[in-house]
């Protein structure tokens, strides 16, 4: 079975960083989602099995950077962090070919626990 862990998260200002990461204990495509209280989880990024390509929801792009060193790991670097990014963030993972991604949570098998992301204004 597998199992992701995330850790990362936490209680920043707007303009500050934080970096988030995922493991998990198999070679897998992976993706993060996140959800604001009151809505409905959102894609907010996502990456191949190789890390050879990556897709960002608009609202996040050009300040989340999302990236592996191997099969079984991500992160997800997050600057210039504003109120609207408070949510709990999840990782997600599917058995995938290379050189695939994928946007939508309905694609995902494997789903972290989640961890908090809160930024005041």
């Known amino acids: 079975q597998v199992q992701l862990v995330e850790s990362g998260g936490g209680l920043v200002q707007t303009g500050d960083s934080l970096r988030l990461s995922c493991t998990a204990n198999?070679?897998?495509?992976m993706g993060w989602f996140r959800q604001a209280p009151g809505k409905a989880r959102e894609f907010v990024a996502a990456?191949?099995?190789?890390?050879?390509?990556t897709n960002y929801a608009r609202s996040v792009r050009g300040r989340f950077t999302i990236s592996r060193n191997n099969p079984e790991s991500t992160d997800l670097q997050m600057n210039s962090l504003k109120p609207e990014d408070t949510a709990v963030y999840y990782c997600?993972?599917?058995?995938?070919?290379?050189?695939?991604?994928?946007?939508?949570?309905?694609?995902?098998?494997?789903w972290g626990q989640g961890t908090q992301v809160t930024v005041s204004s």
């Open positions: 997600a993972a599917r058995r995938a070919v290379t050189g695939v991604y994928y946007t939508s949570d309905s694609d995902y098998t494997f």
């Open positions: 198999g070679r897998l495509a």
């Open positions: 990456i191949s099995l190789a890390g050879t390509k």
